[in-house]
């Protein structure tokens, strides 16, 4: 892909009324040209076609209906002129101005830019500049891969609606995925990353390529310390991380090897001693037992010490700049928390441990790993352009599935977030991780600088082709949910004798997302999320057990929050609305707002669906009843894999933002904006005074016709039919009548001082 001259760009339109692409304008031009430009599988297609679709457009204006000639030639002067050239006749039909039709909101029409490149490398040898309701007026779909991209929750504006209000957390977002701040917006340290994927914001292309140009580096300093990528083979099973675990483990892997390489000695083998060759061992008759039992362990220490040059090569440990301080092979605290960085970078929802799905990405290398990265990276960007949401999980939960379109053809159900990516993949020629980066190098040339960060990549919208979307597509598309509850247990999971019981669930609760078209209902995606159960809660001062049950029956979403704020209720622990952080080099308490938001580690995470259901009145007015239910985002996804909610639903954060974008794309929507609450309180903790703010809920939208979800009984196992209504004593507290202790005294390394709000 070569970068055009100026010559090759169109100037932008401004001014140009905000429109949508009209599809039956588009289909009459495709069928003058004879050609489908919205398939991208007939590869051997040439420009042919552009060519055609432009001299039918020249020639519309000079010749008559029957052919004949309307001017006489001159017989002093011969002939008519040559016809214009291939090259001549493609660039008419790229100056024609086309109706794009009404705007859509997956529109980038309004965008400050302008003006998109298109790239497709069936119709051009070179990116080219087009006004952008131009390139979506000719079947292309612009997507943004600049820095400033955000989800459609975060937007300021409805494309064609004049119903602009300022998204607060917009910001933020961009901020979080290029490295600026941290979740607080506090500048991260140079060695510092957010690696956020899993909470549902992935790193911006400057991100990417950052780490792409440090590559290099990186490699030499894997070199240079010996790494051996090799040892990362999945079949060695999971190595568990526990305190003091690493360290034995350690201790008898050199007692093994000790009393082989003794061995190894007396049978002659000192040279294979020197160089390390334990193999050697095997081949000698009475040696092969040692050698496995040694072989065994020495599988694992490989894993942890190459795991190890790993991590500090990328400067992933907690200390000293990321490059840590551990011994080599002891699977320790400080190594199982750059193993938790490790999979937040690379996206793997790990559990501390060393395991098959953290070994599979460590067998990549480096630049395998970046390549991946990157194809995150682009597969949000293409989804929120195409306002889909399909990523397979309907199809892998119903195979067999199919429906039927307005003329009796069948699908079956397609995995489009995959789809689409691959083909964008194709059209920006980044399929090979061995030529990705010259690639974005590329594309960042065409980019726009951003002047207050003129190193980043900046600002690019890319016109490409991409594939049909399915027949059930609209604007206004009738979606519904179903919740199913799984198994549910109402029992009190613990004996007389305070033993937890078991109350196994081989049936986990599961989302579905699905859509009405032609009489028939197709899922769309099929996610496991959470229920309520039973949870901790204070009262009058004491810690007990109260089931926090999600409600069964017909409710609707009409209320979709953006960056939604949990507003603690009376009786919150004062310790858990402060936190430790390092500030200025020194650990301070200062207000925690990690769990109230707005952010991704919010008790919502980043959008929340509201459960409630409408009742409507004589006078015709309709009231909704709000149990504070919520379908949300959130940050632990250990619970949505294998344990609770207080009665929530809950989703990967990342999911959330999909499947909630996708419905404001789709569904008919006012835009409320910024909620003004004016929340907050002020309390003391360890004598210090602190004052927590919340001036908002979060930036709201109302749909005009609610989406219906109904969640389900489940299956209710156990002895139990219904939920107690009463708290229960937990195990282990002192429910007697002595007053409560005092606040306990600061802790080890917490600095006095003024609180930080």
């Not at 594309?443 to 082709?465: M, N, S, W």
């Not at 974008?661 to 409320?672: A, N, T, W």
Request: one cysteine or more; glycine letters at 8%.
């Amino acid at each position: 892909m070569d970068v055009p001259t100026n010559a090759d760009s169109r100037p932008p339109t401004p001014s140009r009324r905000p429109t949508q692409p009209n599809s039956a304008n588009s289909q009459n031009l495709r069928a003058r040209a004879g050609l489908d430009l919205n398939r991208r599988a007939d590869r051997g297609r040439s420009r042919l076609g552009l060519a055609a679709l432009a001299l039918a457009a020249v020639c519309s204006g000079a010749c008559s209906s029957d052919g004949a000639r309307e001017d006489p030639v001159d017989p002093a002067h011969g002939g008519a002129a040559e016809p214009p050239s291939a090259e001549a006749v493609a660039d008419t039909f790229w100056e024609q101005e086309l109706d794009p039709g009404p705007v859509t909101k997956t529109s980038l029409r309004e965008h400050e830019l302008g003006e998109a490149w298109v790239i497709d490398p069936d119709e051009l040898d070179e990116p080219r500049k087009l006004a952008i309701d131009q390139a979506e007026a000719r079947g292309y779909t612009v997507i943004d891969l600049g820095d400033s991209w955000r989800p459609y929750i975060f937007s300021h504006k409805t494309p064609g609606a004049e119903d602009h209000s300022d998204n607060a957390y917009a910001s933020r977002y961009i901020d979080l995925a290029n490295d600026r701040t941290d979740h607080d917006g506090d500048p991260l340290a140079e060695h510092e990353h957010n690696y956020l994927e899993l909470y549902g914001i992935p790193p911006s292309l400057s991100v990417v390529l950052d780490e792409w140009r440090a590559l290099p580096e990186l490699e030499q300093c894997l070199t240079d310390a010996g790494y051996d990528g090799s040892s990362f083979d999945p079949s060695i099973g999971s190595i568990i991380y526990k305190r003091n675990a690493g360290g034995k483990r350690l201790r008898k892997w050199k007692s093994a090897r000790s009393r082989l390489e003794k061995d190894m000695r007396k049978a002659k083998l000192d040279d294979a001693v020197a160089a390390k060759d334990y193999a050697a061992a095997a081949e000698v008759e009475g040696l092969e037992k040692r050698y496995q039992r040694f072989a065994a362990i020495d599988r694992e220490i490989q894993v942890i010490r190459n795991a190890q040059i790993r991590f500090r090569c990328e400067e992933l440990f907690n200390e000293r700049d990321g490059q840590g301080k551990f011994e080599a092979g002891n699977f320790d605290s400080s190594t199982t928390h750059a193993l938790a960085n490790f999979e937040k970078k690379h996206d793997v929802m790990g559990w501390g441990h060393i395991t098959a799905d953290n070994l599979a990405v460590l067998a990549l290398s480096p630049r395998e790993a970046v390549y991946a990265r990157l194809v995150r990276v682009l597969t949000e960007r293409v989804v929120s352009a195409a306002g889909i949401v399909e990523d397979g999980s309907a199809r892998d939960w119903k195979p067999d599935f199919r429906y039927e379109d307005a003329e009796g053809n069948e699908h079956a159900l397609r995995d489009l977030a995959t789809e689409f990516t691959a083909a964008a993949i194709e059209t920006l020629t980044l399929t090979d991780p061995d030529t990705a980066f010259a690639q974005l190098e590329r594309l960042e040339q065409l980019a726009k600088d951003d002047p207050d960060h003129p190193e980043a990549f900046g600002e690019l919208l890319v016109a490409i082709k991409l594939p049909e979307l399915p027949p059930y597509y609209s604007d206004e598309m009738a979606f519904s949910t179903v919740i199913d509850r799984g198994d549910v247990w109402y029992d009190f999971p613990w004996d007389e004798e305070g033993n937890k019981s078991s109350q196994p669930r081989r049936r986990k609760p599961k989302l579905t997302l699905y859509v009405s078209y032609e009489g028939q209902r197709i899922p769309l995606v099929h996610w496991g999320t959470t229920i309520g159960s039973w949870r901790s809660e204070l009262h009058e001062g004491k810690e007990y057990y109260a089931y926090k049950n999600s409600d069964v029956g017909d409710r609707v979403w009409q209320t979709i929050m953006a960056a939604p704020v949990w507003i603690p209720p009376e009786g919150t622990p004062t310790k858990s609305l402060t936190k430790r952080k390092n500030v200025g080099g020194k650990m301070k308490r200062v207000v925690n707002y990690d769990e109230t938001g707005p952010g991704y580690m919010s008790a919502y995470g980043l959008v929340a669906g509201y459960h409630v259901k409408l009742h409507t009145k004589k006078d015709g007015t309709v009231s909704a009843f709000d149990n504070q239910i919520r379908t949300h985002g959130s940050v632990d996804y250990m619970s949505i894999l294998r344990r609770y909610s207080h009665g929530c639903h809950r989703l990967y954060n990342m999911n959330a933002v999909r499947m909630f974008s996708m419905i404001l794309q789709h569904r008919e929507y006012r835009r409320e904006g910024q909620t003004q609450v004016g929340a907050g309180r002020k309390f003391e903790y360890n004598g210090k005074q602190y004052s927590m703010r919340l001036p908002t809920r979060g930036y709201k939208y109302e749909l005009v016709e609610p989406v219906p979800v109904t969640v389900t009984e489940g299956r209710v196992r156990g002895t139990r039919q219904h939920p107690y209504k009463e708290m229960m004593p937990k195990p282990g507290v002192d429910y007697s009548d002595e007053d409560d202790a005092d606040e306990p005294p600061l802790e080890p390394g917490e600095a006095q001082g003024t609180a930080a709000e």
